[in-house]
């Protein structure tokens, strides 16, 4: 099996594996930019476990790109009082980043931003 980390990204937790992407609630970078996930529950790399309390220390990395921004799918709402008449409809889409996974890793590098 290949190398799989459970992380906290967005208030959720994720399974992620390498070389796939995510979509994340809205963060704050750029297209391109190339960032460190930091909030790491559980590492399994080569039938290695690592289970933090609740995280893993700073020995395992997990390095990501930030592919594109996007729109999630509507949610719709429909609200109506009976017997008064009243009704209305609206709906938002969640806005979301795409994210892809580069590696996972036990060695430290440095970056220059860390998003949890």
């Known amino acids: 099996m290949a190398s799989y980390a459970i992380i906290e990204a967005s208030g959720k937790q994720f399974w ?4 796939r992407f995510y979509d994340f609630d809205k963060l704050p970078l750029a297209k391109g930019d190339k960032f460190l996930l930091n909030k790491i529950l559980l590492v399994n790399i080569n039938n290695n476990l690592a289970i933090g309390q609740p995280y893993l220390k700073e020995d395992f990395v997990i ?3 930030v592919l594109q921004h996007l729109l999630g799918k509507k949610v719709s709402v429909y ?3 009976p017997k008064k008449k009243t009704r209305r409809s ?3 889409k ?3 980043t795409r994210v ?3 590696s996972i890793s036990s060695n430290i590098k440095k970056a220059s931003c ?3």
Do not use: D, S, W
């Open 63 to 65: 390095g990501a790109t």
């Open 90 to 92: 609206f709906g938002h």
């Open 16 to 19: 992620i594996e390498e070389k």
């Open 94 to 96: 969640v806005k979301l």
């Open 114 to 116: 860390f998003i949890g």
């Open 100 to 102: 892809f996974i580069n």
């Open 79 to 81: 609200k109506m009082r």
